[in-house]
């Protein structure tokens, strides 16, 4: 018995004459460094899955999902100081967001800190 597993799937009517799922869904695993402890294929054909660490799960379900259907990338951001440099650097991704949004990437500020406070949000911080 092994313990603290997940397994993900990719399942779809289309997988069996879409050339190169299974590559993509393999790389997507390789790129976050996520080690495969198991693969299995339905005799269908119609689902791949691999069995990992339950704490990569997470990980391992976004890439797959970004590299499978072309979603978005989220970047998040955490700055500390937030003095000329760092407010330039605010005001600077408030601007880029709609660019970054039309190229797939999401980013987000989740995190201003200075000396004397820390404002946070997972979600991302409205810079306006």
Do not use: P, Y
């Amino acid at each position: 018995v092994m313990d603290n597993l997940a397994i993900i799937s990719v399942v779809g009517d289309g997988m069996r004459t879409q050339r190169g799922i299974s590559a993509r869904f393999f790389s997507a695993l390789t790129r976050a460094n996520i080690n495969i402890i198991a693969i299995a294929q339905g005799s269908s054909e119609r689902s791949i899955s691999a069995v990992i660490e339950n704490n990569a799960a997470t990980t391992a379900v976004r890439l797959c999902h970004q590299m499978l259907f072309n979603t978005g990338q989220v970047v998040e951001v955490f700055v500390i100081g937030v003095g000329g440099v760092g407010g330039a650097l605010i005001e600077q991704i408030r601007r880029q967001q709609a660019w970054l949004k039309q190229k797939h990437i999401d980013l987000r500020v989740c995190g201003i800190a200075n000396s004397r406070a820390l404002l946070t949000d997972m979600q991302g911080i409205c810079l306006d």
